[in-house]
């Protein structure tokens, strides 16, 4: 609530339009105890009084009435019944449009059918219709405003819900044995209160507009009761010989409508979670990169060398070292495992390496990573685009959110071809059927015209393997791609990837969690924890004897075949939040070997031969037999 007025108050025009229309509302409020004359009293003797003219301040109307008072009583009723018609329209409309997006099916079609008439009507037509049919007077006008606006709420609301019926936390209430109108009330209507209050803010002015329109034309409020536009209908004759009495009540219209308009925008921009979290501000092309200092030189170690890789989010005034100082290198033909909890960072090191981590608020603050010799932190957004793909690619988790749902698995594998370099109708699908047949797809002539939906998981993790193998990398950053696929289907991608990289040379980057997955496929292993390197060695030294207890503890996480009753002991704790990290080893919270030593200052990784440790009392091998 605090965060919304603040983005309110900020925002210049939403607070000008707030106050205006805060002094307006005040005034309508105080009009009864304001020593206003009589706003209905006729004097003909007195018609056609100027502005500023004794004892009327904004003159009389062609009766002689007292134009200030008629204006407050008028501006009164226009804004209460302008209010009162968006909340009877909100109320009816979302109602309609909840139940129709719950419910679905039939209800919802024959309920959308019958509002889709009501829209097909202009609206003031229908309006006029509807007071025509009740008869004149302001008690309709407001039924004839509300009822055409209910097809705009019932629409909008019903396209929200229908998204939030089938989303987990509703299945999670109806399974939890909840009815319908529980879980319509208590999960549905706070996630649809928000686009209510925003649809509203921005259609009163409308619905103040439209009640107006009606009592101009006469079909409003009735003669000797004032409102804006009953106001601006008598004095129409007048137009010309005294402009002052349309003036009067239309400059109001304009004041109360702007400034609801520029509050509602406010409002609605103030209260839309996508424009608050900037995740509609489009991020930069390439990561920003602000290094401070100069970048480590290469060592020329392998194809990429990463060398202190920083990376962290900055968010408001906190800063999040979601990774700090990573060093990792790959060789042609080499697999690189990276494993580590969830939040540890490997995710973001695989991005940062291409440029890819979104920002705002992803920030490079330091280190580099050499691509061949060359470094491509702070490369030219032009040279990252040309690499991306076409030298290193990358492998997702989730392969049906990394396809598009509309195009033809095939389509878009052409589609990735062609960003690189021009290809034919038949060249382009015969490069797809091999790509397809390079991952084991069965049947690839058929398969290449199938939509994503249409395969199983495994499948759609092929084809994202086929996508990143379209134009030949030399290295394919492969982001936890099995973490979504069931054991069997694992086994079958991860020899899929396996193979690929003895018949083509490839080097792989494998972030994993897993070190099953680990032992099966890497040459290497890196592992992480809080956004750095904790122990790094060739995969059968670690597995053999894990020196860090970090890395001890994630291996006693891994059950083994045939290795008999063992309690599997998962590590307590939780990582720690990367924008407090604490002075010292991360880990030594969670640690039972931990010492004072441990929290003192920073450690720095100890190298014995291939085999590298961020540990001060690293486990000797004896402990682990
Ligand atoms: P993982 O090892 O599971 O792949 P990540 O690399 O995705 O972990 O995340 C590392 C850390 O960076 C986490 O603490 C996460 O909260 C933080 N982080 C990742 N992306 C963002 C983001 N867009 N904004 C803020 N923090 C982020
Ligand atoms: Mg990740």
Redesign the pocket.
């Known amino acids: 609530m605090k965060s919304f007025l603040t983005l309110l108050v900020r925002n210049r025009l939403a607070l000008a339009g707030g106050i205006v229309l805060l002094l307006v509302v005040l005034l309508a409020i105080l009009t009864p105890v304001l020593p206003l004359a009589d706003p209905d009293v006729t004097n003909t003797s007195n018609r056609f009084q100027p502005i500023f003219s004794e004892g009327a301040l904004l003159g009389t109307d062609h009766l002689g009435r007292d134009l200030l008072s008629r204006l407050m009583w008028g501006t009164r009723l226009s804004l209460a019944v302008g209010v009162a018609a968006a909340i009877v329209a909100a109320t009816i409309g979302a109602g309609i449009g909840i139940v129709a997006g719950y419910y679905g099916g039939r209800i919802d079609n024959i309920i959308m059918r019958g509002v889709d008439m009501l829209m097909a009507f202009p609206y003031i037509l229908l309006a006029l219709a509807i007071v025509a049919a009740l008869g004149p007077g302001l008690f309709n006008a407001l039924i004839a405003v509300s009822a055409v606006n209910v097809p705009f709420f019932a629409r909008n609301i019903r396209g929200i819900t229908v998204g939030l019926a089938h989303k987990e936390f509703v299945d999670a209430a109806r399974l939890a044995g909840l009815s319908n109108t529980r879980i319509i009330l208590s999960e549905i209507l706070p996630n649809v209160i928000p686009v209510i209050v925003i649809a509203m803010s921005t259609t009163i002015g409308w619905m103040i507009l439209e009640t107006a329109g009606l009592s101009f034309l006469g079909l409003g409020s009735q003669p000797p009761q004032a409102d804006l536009g009953s106001m601006l209908g008598e004095a129409r004759s007048a137009l010309i010989t005294n402009p002052h009495t349309s003036i009067v009540p239309g400059v109001m219209i304009l004041i109360i409508v702007m400034s609801i308009n520029l509050l509602g925008d406010g409002v609605r921009d103030a209260l839309d979670p996508r424009l608050k979290s900037g995740a509609l501000s489009r991020p930069m092309a390439a990561t920003r990169v602000e290094r401070a200092e100069q970048p480590p030189a290469s060592e020329g170690q392998g194809l990429l060398e990463v060398k202190a890789l920083e ?1 962290q ?1 900055h ?1 408001k005034d906190r800063i ?1 070292r ?2 700090g100082g990573v060093d990792l290198s790959v060789e042609k033909g080499e697999c690189l495992g990276i494993i ?12 940062s390496i291409m440029g890819l ?2 920002s705002p ?2 920030v490079i603050t330091g280190g580099a990573a050499y691509y061949e010799g060359v470094d491509l932190i702070g490369a030219p957004y032009k040279r990252l685009r040309d690499m991306r793909g076409r030298n290193v690619s990358y492998i997702f988790q989730d392969p049906l959110a990394t396809l598009h749902p509309l195009y033809r698995v095939g389509d878009q594998l052409i589609e990735a071809i062609r960003a690189h370099r021009p290809i034919g109708r038949e060249e382009g699908r015969a490069k797809a059927i091999e790509l397809l047949n390079a991952v084991r797809i069965p049947n690839a002539e058929k398969r290449i015209s199938d939509y994503p939906h249409e395969m199983s998981g495994g499948m759609r993790q092929r084809v994202g393997i086929a996508m990143a193998l379209a134009n030949d990398p030399d290295i394919i950053i492969a ?2 791609p099995t973490t979504a696929l069931d054991v069997t289907v694992q086994a079958q991608v991860l020899t899929i990837l396996d193979d690929l990289r003895r018949s083509r040379g490839l080097a792989i980057v494998f ?1 994993t ?1 897993d070190f099953g997955v680990v032992a099966q496929l890497c040459d290497r292993v890196a592992v ?1 924890y ?2 750095r390197v904790v122990e790094t060695g060739r995969t059968s030294d670690i597995l053999d004897a894990p020196r860090h207890p970090y890395t001890a503890r994630l291996m006693a996480c891994v059950p083994e075949l045939g290795g008999g009753k063992r309690r599997l002991e998962a590590i307590p704790g939780l ?1 720690p ?2 924008d407090k990290l604490p002075v010292g080893c991360a880990f030594a919270d969670r640690c039972d070997r931990a010492q004072d030593a441990c929290r003192n200052g920073d450690i720095a990784l100890a190298q014995t031969g291939h085999h590298a440790v961020r540990c001060l009392y690293p486990v000797a091998q004896e402990e682990i037999a």
């Open positions: 990376t989010f968010i999040y979601a990774v580590g909890e969830s939040g540890s960072g490997k995710s973001v090191t695989a991005l981590v979104a608020p992803g982001d936890e972030i969690h992480m809080a956004g990582p939040v990367v």
